[in-house]
């Protein structure tokens, strides 16, 4: 593999110039910026742009996995709060579950552009550095049961940079490579993030409860606000890692330039606000029922909500997030095949007739098949991602050229660009939604099987709706084959 020249990290104020290549020559300046990046070149990538771009790419999907992992904290946290001795309600609860959504989801709009405003790397080490604020602040708050309810709602909400991280990764790592190689790179830089919700359910209880046999083997006494502060401590030296990666490895990309035209362009589009409608359906449940399954196998399942390894606790909430990252590509490749808009619609049926199983079987109190719909709903919800992530550019050509006779491609592809960015963070505020009215039903009713009924009926709606724009016969959109 071709390896990165070593004008590439110059003296300060040096400017050097990468050995010709047959193509494009990249100019390498301080501070690891390149001029004259062109992933299309194919004797500049295949020379030594690919080396560079997968060098960026790892390192940004390093970041984006934390990133996920402190947005999705809280989530596991919340469980342990009232053995920690904190008392908090119902509604509280699922306030200090949803917040980080609701913080991550309106970030990523500016998280966008920050990119083309700072530069690539320079984005990612910053927001990479943020991270240890929820991540500190978190251990800071759980550490004393005293601490204020809207103090730790505060901390809650820091842990949204986690959710931001997404979108100025993804803006980020699409300049690096070409259109043959975009789908890849991003559903990796996505996949990789995603799997930081699991990782974190998977390996935050398992870190608390060791920590708990220690500080009880040398103290003789349980303090459990202490213990949980490793929740968030134990992330640090990751995160620090990253930065210092991203420091030492990534670059800045000179021509990567942020699209504000293009974004208020998109914004103009009904098809945007009809996909984020859809997306908050699939990616909003994802993210939605990754934040509230811990709390919901404590309430409904209090049993099975920790299983004993050896001295470690281990909580299988891990595995819906698990199972919905690692469906998500899966989700795009049906789509390349089938077409995005009827992966989606089955994708919808199956959450909905999921949702009816859940509701039928609750009183039977079988975890195993509690578990086991739920995956399948989470499974479903990855696949809908991807399929309607897929759509986008189909779907956004389609309302171009329609919208402007004659369009050029680049004002095709600067719609698509902008209209993903901005249906992801839409999609996003599902996160918050889904544990709200969680919250609302259990407050309300003392059951969730009205909030359940309620998805049901949101599901129906997005397959009607989905159906009726990209599906049925005579509809514009679907000669398309989106």
């Not at 795009?332 to 079987?361: C, E, P, Q, Y």
């Amino acid at each position: 593999m071709s390896t990165e020249p070593s004008a590439a990290a110059p003296a300060v104020g040096q400017r050097t110039t990468a050995a010709p290549t047959g193509g494009l020559r990249l100019d390498f300046r301080a501070g690891r910026w390149i001029e004259h990046w062109n992933p299309e070149d194919t004797a500049q990538w295949e020379g030594e742009g690919r080396a560079i771009a997968r060098r960026n790419l790892a390192w940004s999907i390093f970041a984006e996995f934390l990133g996920f992992v402190i947005w999705q904290l809280w989530s596991i946290v919340v469980v342990s709060l009232p053995a920690a001795g904190f008392k908090f309600d119902t509604s509280q609860t699922f306030w200090l579950i949803s917040m980080p959504s609701l913080v991550g989801a309106t970030l990523r709009i500016p998280y966008t552009f920050m990119v083309s405003r700072f530069g690539g790397r320079n984005w990612t080490i910053f927001s990479a550095l943020l991270l240890l604020i929820p991540a500190l602040g978190l251990a800071a708050c759980v550490s004393n049961p005293s601490t204020p309810f809207w103090v730790m709602l505060l901390a809650a909400g820091l842990a949204g940079f986690g959710g931001g991280n997404f979108a100025s990764s993804m803006a980020n790592i699409t300049f690096f490579y070409p259109a043959k190689e975009k789908g890849w790179a991003l559903g990796l830089n996505a996949a990789g993030g995603n799997l930081g919700a699991a990782v974190s359910q998977l390996a935050v209880p398992i870190a608390v409860s060791l920590t708990a046999v220690v500080v009880t083997g040398v103290t003789g006494t349980k303090n459990g606000g202490a213990t949980l502060a490793m929740a968030g401590l134990m992330w640090v030296p990751l995160i620090l890692i990253a930065a210092f990666g991203a420091w030492r490895n990534m670059h800045n990309l000179s021509n990567a330039k942020g699209d504000v035209a293009g974004s208020l362009a998109a914004l103009k589009e009904p098809h945007l606000w009809i996909v984020a409608f859809l997306y908050i359906g699939t990616f909003g449940s994802f993210i939605g029922f990754s934040g509230v399954f811990p709390k919901l196998i404590k309430d409904l399942f209090p049993t099975y909500s920790t299983f004993a390894v050896g001295a470690a606790a281990l909580s299988l909430a891990f595995l819906g997030p698990l199972v919905g990252s690692l469906a998500r590509p899966y989700g795009g490749k049906l789509a390349d095949r089938f077409g995005g808009a009827r992966i989606t619609v089955g994708s919808f049926a199956v959450m909905a007739v999921v949702t009816l199983g859940l509701i039928a079987t609750l009183p039977l109190k079988n975890f195993w098949l509690f578990l086991v719909l739920f995956l399948t709903l989470f499974a479903a919800s990855g696949i809908g991602n991807g399929s309607t992530y897929r759509m986008i550019p189909v779907i956004f050509a389609r309302a171009s050229r329609a919208a402007k006779a004659g369009a050029a491609p680049s004002y095709t592809a600067r719609l698509s660009s902008a209209a993903l960015g901005l249906i992801s963070a839409i999609g996003a505020y599902g996160g918050f939604a889904i544990p709200q009215l969680l919250g609302a039903s259990s407050s309300a009713t003392g059951s969730y099987v009205p909030a359940f009924f309620g998805f049901v009926g949101a599901y129906a709606l997005m397959l009607v709706v989905s159906w009726a724009c990209y599906l049925r016969r005579g509809s514009a959109v679907a000669r398309t084959g989106a």
